[in-house]
Structures are given as structure tokens and as C-alpha cells.
């Protein structure tokens, strides 16, 4: 894609939507399997005085992955043809596992992860085990399935086990 001596802010709405195309294709370095839009932590992709300006909320792991993904996002978006990208992390309203969109939680039960039970509003005591309603076995579908360790491979994640098809499977925690 070619921009020489042309601003690209000047051709408007078709290059923000190209913009949001490149950004929201951006993995999530914990969890691969989904982009950021999918996770729903891009929250603006926007022109500004002539540069591209995207909001991004941190999620588990905050700032390492924020930086990581603002790498991704400059690097891309570049690539792409916008030559100015300014990355911004919005820390309000705080990301919640809830804004996981539908096909980010087909992603994740695809590559064999439970997505995350609704996420406790308000000051509710968050008590081990206490996963507001069963955790679904990614592989049969089953709640018939068990917590044997807080932490999985990354601390966002818990390991399970099923105990109708017997496979351990991790899942993505509610927050
Ligand atoms: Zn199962």
C-alpha cells in the first residue's frame, strides 16, 4: 500500500476500517489462540492530528503483555502503510472476561480451552472453586469436571480435569 504525499487521515473512514482490521488481527501473547479484538481489549482506533491513534486495556497479565502487544500493534500498523501509530492503554473501565466476544470464545474452545464463566460483578468474595455455575469441558461439553490446580501454564489459566471423558483441559479465569 502506497501513501506517498498523501496524508492518509485525508481519505478517512475506508483507512480507519483498514486500521482496525490490522490491529484487532493483533494475538494475544498469553493466549495465541485469540487476537485482541477477540478479547475485546482494543478499544479505539482513531485519526488525530494526521496520526492513528489505538486504545488498548491491559488484561491478566498486564503491562509485559501490554508492551508486547503495543510492539505488535506499531509493527503491523506500519507495515500496513500508517506511518504514525500512537498506542494508548485505557486502565478504565478495567477489563473484564466478559467482553471475550463469541468468536473468541469458539477460539478458545477449539484449541481445547474453557472460556471463562461470567465474571462475579460487584464486591462478591471470590472463594476457590466457587466458578459461578460448572466449568465446561472444552472437548464433551460436560460439567462434570474438576479444579486440580489454581495455575495452569500462565497464571490466567487453571487446570481442570473432566470426569466424564477423563481429559485435563485448562481454563481461561473469570475476572
Ligand atoms: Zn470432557
Known sequence: MTRAGDSWASAGEADLDAARAVAGAVPDPELPVVTVADLGILRDVAAEDGRLVVTITPTYSGCPALREIAHDLQYRLSQAGFAEVIVRTALAPAWSSDWITAEGRRKLRAAGLAPPNRAPKGPVPLTLGDRRGPVLCPRCGSGDTRQTAAF????????????????PFEYVKEI
Open 152 to 167: 495452569g501454564g500462565t497464571a490466567c489459566k487453571a487446570l481442570f480435569r473432566c470426569e466424564a471423558c477423563r481429559e
